[in-house]
């Protein structure tokens, strides 16, 4: 069993950079591949990004690839997602996922762990 908690959201300027957090508990988060998502209101939950268990692989939606940057520390049972060069179009409610499986997925269902989420907004 794995529980996450995102943190790190907030209101921040078109153009301007968050760092978004993932805690993780549970043993086996270290060998557990993440994966970033977000919903924007009237949307569906669309993947961001993923990452492997070990943190060498990962992939990245084409609309946020170049901006934004996924990576875990395992050590501290932790994932994060820094994204920069922000858009009023990644305002959005950004989750974190984690599967019991060392490779990622892109599909929401093939994550059986989700956090509860946090705000991000971009103003232009």
């Known amino acids: 069993q794995v529980q996450l908690v995102e943190s790190g959201g907030g209101l921040v300027q078109a153009g301007g950079s968050l760092r978004l957090s993932c805690a993780a508990s549970g043993r086996t988060f270290g060998s557990s591949a993440m994966g970033w998502f977000r919903q924007a209101p009237g949307k569906e939950r669309e993947l961001v990004g993923s990452i492997n268990w070990r943190g060498d692989s990962t992939y990245y939606a084409y609309s946020v690839r170049g901006r934004f940057t996924i990576s875990r520390d395992n050590a501290k049972n932790t994932g994060y997602l820094q994204m920069n060069s922000l858009k009023p179009e990644d305002t959005a409610v950004y989750y974190c996922?984690?599967?019991?499986?060392?490779?990622?997925?892109?599909?929401?269902?093939?994550?059986?762990?989700w956090g509860q989420g946090t705000q991000v907004t971009v103003s232009s």
């Open positions: 996922a984690a599967r019991r499986n060392a490779m990622p997925a892109i599909g929401a269902r093939d994550y059986d762990y």
